[in-house]
């Protein structure tokens, strides 16, 4: 008797494709091995992708088997069957389980062969990303030289970052300087800010002439990696004068609706090329009428800067004008300085602020901030803004800051001192009645523990 009939009880009743397919993710190896070889003979279209996936299967028996079928498909009158595909080879390309190697190269060799490449223009934009870097591979071996640099340029036009970087590399094999030269070019306008740096900087050590051109051009570019190596270079060659004027044009009052990136390259140019000018710059952006007013990504970087720059009422001054912007983009500027070291605000300018945007996003933000005032500060402000009005998601945001300072204090610590105490204990009478009672208890706990509160 055949060892297939011991092993093989759920053999389908019908030799057909529809039925064997669902064998394919059967349990027993016997029988995926069965319905691999009988799929193979009958090369059914819709069983190519189910194929592909047993290639890397954790049975050898049944991944030979599905090696041998798959090449069964590696035939013109099966050519339509492959971009659908395609994505299955995902798991092949990723398996660890054999060598897929050979097989890889062969279906390669088949599907890129000149007649049978233009079939897949269209599936290549769908297919997973490893596949996709695999035929850029296989394709840059089997393709002749001078069809490699238009192959390249694609790439680099693409949003694949990985792919363009593989094509950055393979720039340097192509022979003569004009083409790779132009290639260079080409990557300066990919929509990826590290191939833009990189292309940038080898086009200026390799055509200085037609880098500069560049350089003045990405010297606004919207990412920092790609400004420097630009201006670096027209440092280098004197040529940043043309750059500061078109900066300086852009963050005009008349210019600012329409300035890329609302601006923030041309005054970040400006800062490092003018740093003595960023201060007063900073201003007088943000002193515009409320008709010019600069975006909110240029008010940021506006009052980061002033506030790093500034001192003492100053830099509290831009604090405060950070925090009650009305963007949350330029909120965020006044809680990470005070999470740098910068001195926070005081409640009493604080809470104003914060509330008067009504929502908990800003709401946590204070909090954020409250937590550069002393242990006592701040839990005597928590009792307070317990008995206020909060906006929706507000009690959510003051319990979890109950909660921290409760932790906080399990490090040890001692009660103020008069009249400090007798102030946080008629606070902690008129607000523990609204916290809820886990929270209630805890806190009792503490306050009891560091002597705040007598024992009872």
Do not use: Y
Request: glycine share 8%; proline share 7%.
């Amino acid at each position: 008797m055949n060892w297939k009939d011991w092993f093989s009880g759920d053999r389908p009743s019908e030799q057909t494709a529809e039925a064997w397919l669902p064998m394919l993710e059967a349990r027993s190896g016997h029988s995926r091995q069965e319905a691999v070889e009988a799929l193979g003979e009958l090369r059914a279209p819709a069983a190519l992708p189910g194929l592909l996936a047993r290639v890397n299967d954790w049975v050898p028996q049944v991944r030979w088997a599905a090696g041998i079928a798959v090449q069964r498909f590696l035939a013109d009158d099966r050519l339509a069957t492959w971009p659908a595909a395609l994505p299955a080879l995902a798991d092949v390309l990723r398996g660890q389980r054999a060598d897929h190697g050979p097989l890889l190269t062969t279906i390669a060799d088949f599907l890129l062969a000149p007649g049978r490449i233009e079939q897949l223009s269209d599936a290549r934009t769908r297919l997973p990303p490893v596949v996709g870097r695999w035929l850029d591979t296989a394709e840059w071996r089997i393709s002749p030289k001078a069809e490699r640099t238009a192959l390249l340029s694609a790439r680099l036009r693409g949003a694949d970052i990985v792919a363009a970087r593989w094509a950055l590399e393979r720039i340097e094999d192509l022979p003569g300087g004009l083409a790779r030269s132009a290639l260079w070019l080409t990557a300066c306008d990919s929509p990826t800010g590290p191939v833009r740096a990189h292309a940038l900087r080898r086009l200026c050590d390799t055509t200085p002439e037609l880098g500069t051109a560049t350089a003045q051009r990405l010297a606004l570019d919207p990412r920092g990696g790609v400004r420097d190596v630009a201006l670096a270079f027209l440092r280098r060659s004197s040529g940043t004068d043309l750059v500061r004027v078109t900066a300086e044009s852009q963050l005009q009052a008349q210019a600012l609706d329409h300035a890329p990136h609302s601006g923030v390259p041309a005054f970040v140019l400006l800062a490092q090329v003018d740093p003595a000018s960023t201060t007063s710059r900073a201003e007088r952006l943000l002193a515009m009428a409320d008709g010019v007013q600069p975006k909110a990504p240029l008010r940021a970087v506006a009052l980061e800067h002033l506030i790093r720059a500034s001192v003492d009422d100053r830099q509290q001054h831009w604090l405060c004008r950070a925090l009650g912007d009305t963007s949350p983009r330029v909120q965020r500027i006044a809680a990470e300085a005070v999470g740098r070291g910068a001195p926070g605000l005081s409640p009493a300018e604080l809470w104003p602020l914060v509330m008067a945007h009504g929502s908990a996003v800003a709401l946590r933000r204070g909090l954020r901030m409250s937590r550069s005032w002393g242990l006592w500060t701040q839990f005597g402000e928590l009792l307070e803004l317990a008995r206020r009005p909060l906006p929706e998601g507000g009690v959510d945001a003051l319990i979890n800051a109950f909660e921290r300072w409760e932790v906080s204090t399990r490090r040890g610590v001692s009660a103020p001192g008069e009249p400090q105490a007798a102030q946080l204990r008629d606070q902690w009478r008129m607000s523990s009645p609204v916290l809820p009672p886990a929270l209630r208890a805890s806190l009792s706990f503490a306050l009891t523990t560091c002597g705040l509160l007598p024992a009872r």
